[in-house]
């Protein structure tokens, strides 16, 4: 079927977060879509519900074959059924995978900046954070400083929490970077947790690698975590798979759900079993209505947004937006919501290398966005006037 991704749906009437914490202000904030989730997904959702008996479930039987057959079909990546661990959430996941493979006092090598659940992970598990960041090139795109990527481990560095595609800066890793992060984790006897819950959203001239597929000896000290929430629009429902090869590995990960961390409930297990069987077309036609998105922001900041800049996204549905160069007075972020009616993501948030950015979510109808940047060019517009030709006391206020 074909989908109506220009259609407007009122979620102020919802319990959206996204469109409610702003009160009147246009969201683009929340890292979820304003597009409804595939047909097969709302069905066969609807007809759980409609069979009105919520008691204990099992694991769907088809579940797993699915998942294989997707990452080995997207992502060239071949696991064994029982290497997939089911999780409510990849943040659960990731701040699992701390406390499974670490002890108090030890590091955590994160790169900023970065989707900022990762900032909380070492007061959550008792660890240090070793902290680097991101190198920005001069047309605005994010590489890793290999040599800086070595400088930060220490000799009681023990995990690296890795993102990609990575959220906020858009970039999908090639196997070259891939290649000299993973050399460098075995090197000094790291566990990599990869978050790749964007994985699915990348965009034409890119390929997305799992850095746990590189080689054996990368896979098996590596626990990866994938999602159908970002990439079918079902992050309300807690549905996230943990993929950990090594056994011993998998058994540590397991050991510290200590009994707190659940597997998925009854309609988790049919969103992720729908999407995985069923999303495909959405997604197909969700990604060209994105990548056409992508390319009208990427063009609207850097030709009509004086003095704020962006790099083109690889994958994600996140903008990354440079506002150092317009001079705006204070947070761009608190500037945006008071002066043009418009809420974004605060850059700061996001650790050091994020302040004077903001991160926009372009997954939403072209009207939704239009209506958004032109509102932020009005307000620049005005500022740049107003600086430029202040009123003098006698004009008025």
């Known amino acids: 079927m074909n989908y109506d991704f220009d259609q407007i749906i009122d979620r102020r009437s919802s319990d959206s977060v996204k469109w409610n914490y702003y009160g009147d202000a246009i969201p683009l904030w929340v890292a979820d879509m304003d ?52 999780l409510p959430g990849v943040v659960t996941g990731f701040n699992l995978a701390a406390h499974a493979v670490t002890c108090p006092g030890d590091g955590l090598l994160v790169q900023t900046p970065v989707y900022f659940p990762f900032l909380y992970v070492p007061k959550n598990a008792h660890l240090v954070m070793n902290e680097m960041e991101l190198t920005r090139r001069d047309d605005g795109q994010y590489q890793v400083d290999l040599q800086l990527f070595e400088r930060t481990i220490t000799g009681r560095t023990r995990m690296f929490l890795f993102c990609n595609p990575h959220n906020p800066v858009g970039r999908v890793f090639t196997r070259a970077e891939l290649e000299g992060m993973a050399e460098l984790c075995l090197r ?51 549905a996230s798979v943990a993929i950990i090869t090594d056994p011993d590995l998998r058994q540590q990960f397991e050991q510290a759900r200590g009994g707190l961390v659940p ?25 060209a209505y994105m990548q056409a998105n992508r390319d009208y922001v990427y063009d609207y900041v850097n030709e009509r947004l004086p003095g704020i800049s962006m790099a083109k996204p690889e994958g994600t549905y996140l903008a990354w937006l440079d506002c150092r160069g317009a001079e705006l007075p204070g947070n761009p972020h608190k500037f945006f919501l008071e002066k043009a009616g418009v809420a974004l993501n605060d850059g700061a948030t996001f650790g050091k290398g994020g302040e004077g950015f903001v991160r926009l979510n372009f997954a939403c109808p072209r009207a939704t966005l239009e209506r958004a940047l032109e509102q932020m060019r009005e307000v620049i517009i005005c500022r740049q006037e107003h600086v430029m030709h202040p009123l003098s006391d006698d004009e008025g206020p």
């Not at 008996?53 to 990546?77: A, K, M």
């Not at 959203?201 to 997305?208: N, S």
């Not at 409930?265 to 992720?272: E, P």
Request: proline fraction near 7%; charged fraction near 25%.
């Open 263 to 287: 597997r998925l409930d009854v309609l988790g297990n049919v969103a992720i079993l729908a999407a995985y069987r069923d999303g495909e077309p959405w997604l197909e036609q969700a990604m």
């Open 188 to 238: 000094h006897d790291l566990v990599i947790c990869s978050d790749e819950i964007h994985c699915d959203l990348v965009f034409d001239g890119h390929e997305h690698i799992s850095i746990a597929s590189l080689s054996p000896e990368v896979e098996r000290r590596t626990i990866t975590l994938i999602a159908p929430s970002k990439t079918y629009n079902v992050a309300g429902i807690h």
């Open 35 to 86: 597009f409804c989730a595939p047909e097969p997904v709302i069905r066969a959702l609807r007809e759980r519900v409609d069979h009105g008996v919520f008691g204990y479930g099992s694991e769907p039987p088809e579940l797993r074959p699915l998942i294989i057959d997707h990452l080995q079909r997207l992502h060239g990546w071949e696991v064994e059924p029982e290497a997939l661990v089911f």
